[in-house]
């Protein structure tokens, strides 16, 4: 329990998904944002993967995250979220509706070298209807392409944030964990009912 001067707040925990394609950058925004040595679930990718994951794109990359990752970041005193990072390759996909549970939004990571690898994860909160903002996550801080390029390029609805982003870096990252907040209370929102003036 918090306290904002002397009265005490009991937080609100709010679980949050992180994903997208494989090898975008997932493990490294929980770990960038934590307030908490995150819990990772990263092991060295072997011969065994050879032919089953899709390394075009990012050849050098050496592990992969096999469960989930996990992480707790605090936005304000009153509002605390758990973030659950999905593992990206196709065979762990199994384990995506259990991660889903009780979420209350997602982000969807998308590396522009391979645009194509967030589709996957676009049409599964599509389809459950859990709202989700786009993180491009720029690496080295190259921006090949704008918010716009990509929304159109991903077929987004324009209600659905996209940010540029560098997950490497906590303020950075910190933006996107915001955007898709105001996603989800932005939909929440919008299923209100009407309220007429007599009510």
């Known amino acids: 329990m918090l306290s904002v001067g002397s009265e005490p707040v009991m937080p609100t925990a709010l679980k949050i998904l992180i994903a997208g394609g494989f090898g975008a ?11 908490v040595p995150p819990l990772e679930t990263e092991e060295r990718m072997t011969t065994v993967s050879l032919g089953v994951d899709d390394l075009s794109g990012i050849e050098g990359k050496v592990s992969t995250t096999v469960a989930m990752d996990f992480g707790r970041i605090t936005i304000a005193p009153e ?7 999905t593992p990206g390759q196709d065979r762990f996909w199994f384990m995506w509706d259990d991660l889903a549970t009780g979420a209350l939004a997602a982000v969807v990571l998308a590396d522009t070298r391979r645009l194509e690898a967030s589709f996957a994860a676009i049409d599964f909160f599509e389809s459950r ?13 190259r921006r090949d392409c704008t918010s716009e390029q990509v929304r159109s390029a991903l077929d987004l609805d324009p209600s659905t944030p996209v940010v540029l982003c560098d997950v490497r870096n906590r303020s950075s990252a910190k933006e996107l964990l915001l955007a898709v907040l105001e996603a989800a209370r932005d939909q929440a929102a919008a299923r209100l009912p009407a309220q007429g003036p007599g009510a």
């Open 25 to 35: 950058g997932k493990t490294t925004l929980v770990g960038a944002v934590s307030e």
């Open 79 to 85: 509002l605390v979220l758990y973030l659950f990072g």
């Open 129 to 141: 209807d859990i709202p989700f903002a786009i993180g491009v996550n720029c690496f080295n801080g």
